[in-house]
């Protein structure tokens, strides 16, 4: 798929999961924005997927460790056939197949429950090495947040990773640089005084032994490579770290840690649709 067929998706992704937010009163918004580029590249481009079979044996496996952001894949899966993107009207409802954190009990399509952050890339381990037992040929992707990466666990993963050299586990670290809570300098929870969640993230996952690549992870041709190069990688896990803004494709909501979750008004939904409205149509004009 082309780079602008992807960067199209991942604007209605964005779209999408801006009125399911709306409509629910509550949800994550600045994560899914930073992430749907890389969302809609995984699942229209990358991923060896088949919806009519969510559980063939033999698909790519793809966990969403930032579980908060749920709604963004909730509209990816949707969009790829999952289900009708109708549903994702309802949700976080009560009885809905569409919780705030994904439960994959309950929607064909998610390899794991996710929400306590921190915990995705140890079930990656898991399949990955799942894998190698069985013989098969599936890879495993797994999404973190630049925050939860600071849980001792993904780190634990991360040794025991690259210790059995998994080489068909790649995970994708969306560095936007925000998180809710934490790292606070002593001015206080502000735009221009909050610390990275993390410092070089590139170091510290090769000093673990992973592969590492970098790419702006709002650039689907970019990913996609980083992609291939990860597929190309032997012998260890390797590591994707997109460079992300948080809140991205609405001006409002870009770099700032008050969008990680927030409800939004009728005005706000109105002028970000307006903005990813106009920036579908900069991508017909070619400009």
């Known amino acids: 798929m082309k780079s602008d067929d992807l960067l199209r998706i991942g604007n209605d992704i964005r779209r999408r999961t801006l009125r399911a937010v709306h409509h629910a009163g509550a949800g994550h918004i600045g994560g899914v924005l930073s992430a749907a580029e890389m969302l809609a590249a995984l699942y229209f481009s990358v991923l060896r997927i088949d919806p009519q079979r969510p559980l063939w044996e033999d698909r790519d496996r793809f966990i969403l ?31 809905s197949r569409l919780q705030g954190h994904p439960d994959m009990t309950k929607l064909p399509g998610l390899d794991m429950s996710t929400g306590s952050l921190g915990q995705g890339l140890s079930p990656g381990v898991g399949m990955a090495l799942g894998a190698r037992m069985l013989g098969k040929e599936f890879r495993t992707w797994v999404m973190l947040g630049d925050g939860e990466i600071q849980e001792g666990q993904i780190w634990e993963a991360a040794f025991v990773a690259a210790r059995y050299g998994l080489d068909t586990l790649t995970a994708i670290l969306d560095w936007n640089h925000l998180q809710q809570f934490g790292w606070a300098t002593s001015t206080g929870y502000t735009n221009s005084s909050r610390l990275d969640p993390v410092e070089n993230p590139v170091a510290k996952w090769r000093a673990f032994g992973w592969d590492v690549l970098e790419c702006d992870g709002h650039k689907p041709e970019e990913f996609l490579a980083s992609c291939e190069a990860a ?26 840690y008050a969008w990680h979750s927030k409800p939004m008004t009728d005005a706000d939904l109105e002028r970000a649709l307006a903005e990813l409205d106009a920036a579908d149509r900069r991508l017909g004009s070619g400009s």
Do not use: N
Request: contains cysteine.
């Open 65 to 95: 460790s930032k579980g908060h952001c749920s709604i963004g894949l909730y509209a990816v899966l949707a969009l790829r056939g999952y289900f009708s993107p109708e549903e994702l009207q309802t949700f976080d409802a009560i009885d």
């Open 231 to 256: 597929r190309a990688a032997r012998g260890r896990p390797s590591i994707i770290i997109a460079h992300t803004i948080k809140g991205k494709g609405v001006s409002f909501m870009e770099r700032d």
